[in-house]
T-cell receptor, first 115, second 114 residues
Framework: AQTVTQSQPEMSVQEAETVTLSCTYDTSESDYYLFWYKQPPSRQMILVIRQEAYKQQNATENRFSVNFQKAAKSFSLKISDSQLGDAAMYFC????????????FGKGTLLTVNP | SAVISQKPSRDICQRGTSLTIQCQVDSQVTMMFWYRQQPGQSLTLIATANQGSEATYESGFVIDKFPISRPNLTFSTLTVSNMSPEDSSIYLCSYRTVSSYEQYFGPGTRLTVT
């Protein structure tokens, strides 16, 4: 079974600064996908970024980027130039390759952005 | 990504009653899922909704309590039966794309049982 650990229950950042959210996972799978989701107070789960395990290059989506360290089973999310709208709960998620597997979520990190 | 909607967005229900939550996707999708998110918690998978057959339930969830329908490739319902205050949660519908393995979520239904 896979496990996903987010060791930071809460984080805060000043507006316009950079913050990094941590995520580690445990798996014996060689083919898998990793995701970061954002859940603002509106409760809508929003897919922020995706990383395929077979890709060495770190994924980037505008101000969001990941640091994927496969050997260390680490998948951190960096938010640059933080904005007030980035305040939300962030969930790291793991999905083994194959169509019948289930998405496993971490417990989440609550990010506060201070003006 | 396809647009996914849920109805109702929230409801307050009496103990012992049932509520059916509807999930609609604006294009055909193969895999649909139902999740529960208890207050301040992460998401827990209730079941995979299979088109044309019974849903596949996760440990701790049973069909009598959470019956699911999936009549076609764009629609699913989750019923929360014989509700108790412990059922107060957010219920989220989700679908996964086969090509990219990305999974998208509906806006959620906030259920309060009194």
């Amino acid at each position: 079974a896979q496990t996903v650990t987010q060791s930071q229950p809460e984080m805060s950042v000043q507006e316009a600064e950079t913050v990094t959210l941590s995520c580690t996972y445990d798996t014996s799978e060689s083919d898998y996908y990793l995701f970061w989701y954002k859940q603002p107070p509106s409760r809508q789960m929003i897919l922020v970024i995706r990383q395929e395990a077979y890709k060495q290059q770190n994924a980037t989506e505008n101000r969001f980027s990941v640091n994927f360290q496969k050997a260390a089973k680490s998948f951190s999310l960096k938010i640059s130039d933080s904005q007030l709208g980035d305040a939300a709960m962030y969930f790291c998620a793991f999905l083994p390759g194959g169509s019948n597997y289930k998405l496993t979520f971490g417990k989440g990190t609550l990010l506060t952005v201070n003006p | 990504s396809a647009v996914i909607s849920q109805k109702p967005s929230r409801d307050i229900c009496q103990r012992g009653t049932s509520l059916t939550i509807q999930c609609q996707v604006d294009s055909q999708v193969t895999m649909m899922f139902w999740y529960r998110q208890q207050p301040g918690q992460s998401l827990t998978l209730i079941a995979t909704a299979n088109q044309g057959s019974e849903a596949t339930y996760e440990s701790g969830f049973v069909i009598d309590k959470f019956p699911i329908s999936r009549p076609n490739l764009t629609f699913s319902t989750l019923t929360v039966s014989n509700m108790s205050p412990e059922d107060s949660s957010i219920y989220l519908c989700s679908y996964r794309t086969v090509s990219s393995y990305e999974q998208y979520f509906g806006p959620g239904t906030r259920l309060t049982v009194t």
